[in-house]
């Protein structure tokens, strides 16, 4: 197939704006309680937080979509509550694809980062890791049965979580001159819809690692829920835009999708210390 850095107007009517599709996509999805204070300093405004300190996370294969080659990716969610809306505040979503990584952060204004996500299962049994610059900084492992770890998740899945809640992310761009945002931050909302094959319980363990660049530790482990593994063809449907946000409220919570490196290198005007 011949390729063109300028497409025609009709490949873009065929291809443009259509939902992503993700077909049986294979997810391991862990629940727990932190600390309502760690909650409360993670979410920008207006999002804040529900009656209960939620955190979901996530690790997925996605043997097939409608926009790109097989991947992997995880995600780590808060729960937040935006007018009396409960949706899920995305904090972090590893990828192993580019294009992915791309749709996600231009389109979506998800914090997405290439990283090396990985998921086996056998015999019942489920693993989970994700690593960036050689740390582990989030591992799973869970055993599907008929049963939580705590024997209240399910209602509490229910309760707060429901069917198709709606996802929260904050779409900017950074100045070019790096001087604040060329496109000022707004909240916006998408759905998931799920077409769920398969559904099953099961009890989790996770580990963290410590890293500055991903700080998925800072969500307190106070109380495991549980886990829910499913197969499904997921739809993320087209998003809108809630409100713009104040620029320099927001600036301390936009540097989610960046890494922090200690520049080493002394300038050349400075002399080094002994």
């Not at 106070?222 to 739809?235: D, E, I, K, P, R």
Request: aromatic share 12%; proline share 7%; charged share 20%.
């Amino acid at each position: 197939m011949m390729g063109s850095f300028v497409k025609s107007y009709a490949d873009i009517q065929k291809y443009g704006g259509r939902p992503t599709t993700f077909y049986d996509a294979e997810m391991l999805t862990v629940y727990w309680e932190t600390k309502p204070e760690i909650i409360e300093r993670l979410l920008p405004k207006p999002l804040k937080p529900s009656s209960r300190p939620l955190v979901n996370a996530f690790v997925a294969n996605y043997p097939a979509t409608n926009f790109c080659p097989p991947y992997r990716e995880a995600g780590l969610f808060v729960l937040a509550d935006y007018n009396g809306q409960l949706g899920n505040y995305c904090l972090s979503m590893p990828i192993t694809s580019d294009i992915g990584m791309a749709m996600g952060r231009e389109v979506c204004g998800l914090p997405k980062k290439m990283a090396d996500v990985r998921m086996t299962s056998l015999d019942g049994a489920i693993e989970g890791a994700i690593n960036r610059h050689g740390v582990d900084f989030f591992s799973v492992n869970a055993r599907m049965g008929d049963r939580f770890n705590d024997d209240g998740a399910g209602g509490v899945l229910e309760e707060f979580y429901g069917k198709d809640i709606p996802l929260y992310n904050i779409k900017y761009a950074n100045a070019v001159d790096g001087s604040g945002f060329d496109l000022l931050p707004v909240l916006v909302t998408q759905r998931l819809v799920s077409d769920v094959k398969v559904y099953k319980a099961a009890e989790a363990s996770i580990v963290f690692q410590e890293s500055p660049h991903d700080p998925w530790s800072e969500l307190e482990v106070v109380n495991m829920l549980g886990a829910v593994y499913t197969v499904s063809t997921n739809v993320l449907e087209k998003g809108k835009v809630l409100e713009p946000l104040n620029p320099m409220e927001f600036l301390p919570y936009c540097y989610l999708r960046w890494d922090w490196w200690e520049n080493k290198l002394q300038p050349e005007h400075e002399e080094a210390s002994v």
